[in-house]
């Protein structure tokens, strides 16, 4: 699988944008981007995913460098809540794996 | 639904005991693995299944058998614990394992200490 580099950790001011940036410069044609998170004492949740355009949801904007060597992870106001460790993970396209290979991610620290 | 859910939430054991930690979920996946997390650290790979009577290694396998006898449940056993096995597990289930854009549910971790 590919490696994703992070930072170690950011911080952010409560309500204030937040773009968490990702490294990738051996991703591959197939190879999707995905981010999840990691709130304190619980299991992982999906974020969002992407191939080459930038994404959309409820919870964050992808948004992936058109050559796809980095993406970044974009919260449009951090809340108290967001304060996480956020992992970017990519997946291979056509696998017979679901595997996620997590690195250590970016801890993201909120303040009020 | 219930999602994926993990027995029991913490669990001490003395280095020799055996133990299964549990792993179900409701949502019909095709897909379960096994994580451990240690402090500090992101997750790694214990074991893996694509389907009922379907297992796999992942990175980290020594020390850990599985087996995969209905779509819901996912046990995962320890044989003889050992302190280097002290670390928060975590169960995850996706629909299918073939497509990439699937998401993963991760159940709440269950913290193993072992003395």
């Known amino acids: 699988d590919a490696k994703t580099t992070q930072p170690n950790s950011m911080e952010s001011n409560e309500e204030e944008p937040v773009h968490l940036p990702c490294n990738h410069s051996?991703?591959?044609?197939?190879?999707?981007i995905h981010w999840y998170r990691q709130l304190p004492s619980q299991g992982p949740e999906y974020v969002i995913h992407g191939l080459t355009s930038n994404v959309n949801n409820r919870m964050a904007s992808l948004a992936i460098a058109e050559d796809r060597k980095s993406s970044t992870l974009i919260l449009h106001r951090a809340t108290l809540r967001d304060a996480a460790v956020y992992y970017c993970?990519?997946?291979?396209?056509?696998?017979?794996?679901?595997?996620?290979?997590f690195g250590k991610g970016t801890k993201l620290s909120v303040k009020p | 639904n219930a999602g994926v859910t993990q027995t029991p939430k913490f669990q001490v054991l003395k280095t020799g005991q055996s133990m299964t930690l549990q792993c179900a979920q409701d949502m019909n996946h095709e897909y379960m693995s096994w994580y451990r997390q240690d402090p500090g650290m992101g997750l790694r790979l214990i074991h893996y299944s694509v389907g009922a009577g379907i297992t796999d290694q992942g990175e980290v396998p020594n020390g850990y058998n599985v087996s995969r006898s209905t779509t819901e449940d996912f046990p995962l056993r320890l044989l003889s614990a050992a302190p280097s096995q002290t670390s928060v597990y975590f169960c995850?289930?996706?629909?299918?394992?073939?497509?990439?854009?699937?998401?993963?549910?991760f159940g709440p971790g269950t913290r193993l200490l072992v003395l």
């Open positions: 993970i990519l997946r291979r396209y056509g696998g017979s794996q679901g595997n996620l290979i």
């Open positions: 995850a289930s996706s629909y299918s394992a073939a497509r990439t854009g699937e998401t993963q549910y």
């Open positions: 051996t991703i591959s044609g197939t190879d999707y």
